[in-house]
Every structure is written in C-alpha cells, then in structure tokens.
Nanobody, 113 residues
Framework: QLQASGGGLVQPGGSLRLSCAAS????????MGWYRQAPGKERELVAS???????NYADFVKGRFTISRDRADNTVFLQMDRLKVEDTAVYYC?????????WGQGTLVTVSS
C-alpha cells in the first residue's frame, strides 16, 4: 500500500530526499508522515502533514528537514538537509486515513563519514 524510497549512505552535512507513494486505493487521508527508528531506540515521529497542510516537525529536525506532499499522486516527501550521524535510522512512512492506518516497509538512512 505504501512504497518508500530514497534512503542510502550519506556523509555528515549531506542531503537525502525520501519519497513515499500511497496506492490510489487509499482515500480520505488525514495525515501523511515519517517516523524513524534507530538501533536500540523506539520509533519516533520525524514530521507530518495534515489534510489541511498543517505541518509538524520533531524538534531535532526543525530547520533541517522539510516535509511536503503531492495530493494528486498520494505521495509524501521528506527532504533531509544538513544530516547528522544521529539521524541514522530506518525511516518509515506513515499514512492515517479515516478508517485505517498504514506503514511503509522502511528505508535505511545511514549518515557516516
């Protein structure tokens, strides 16, 4: 239902752009967002965009990451700039519809020199 892409290996200070395409069968979307889970840690919210385009960012990514969505394609993006080693994690796309929640398969982001 969700297809995420864009992860990879990048040096500190670099950039990556994640994409997550939700299938057209998912309708009445309330929220699209990104979570991440680092080794040994709990999954945490990174950023989200609501149905009315209100944005929400975790404090640790404010000013560095930008979330956006393409309504026509049911796609959400996460532009990650000025990446830090501590941003290393598996990033999961999350979509909340009126009647159901969806999780993507996760895409690994590794920030290392």
């Amino acid at each position: 239902q969700l297809q995420a892409s864009g992860g990879g290996l990048v040096q500190p200070g670099g950039s990556l752009r994640l994409s997550c395409a939700a299938s057209r069968s998912i309708s009445n979307i309330v929220l699209m967002g990104w979570y991440r889970q680092a080794p040994g840690k709990e999954r945490e919210l990174v950023a989200s965009v609501l149905y009315d385009d209100r944005l929400n960012y975790a404090d640790f990514v404010k000013g560095r990451f930008t979330i956006s969505r393409d309504r026509a394609d049911n796609t959400v993006f996460l532009q990650m700039d000025r990446l830090k080693v501590e941003d290393t994690a598996v990033y999961y796309c999350h979509v909340v519809a009126i009647t159901e929640r969806y999780w993507g398969q996760g895409t690994l982001v590794t920030v290392s020199s």
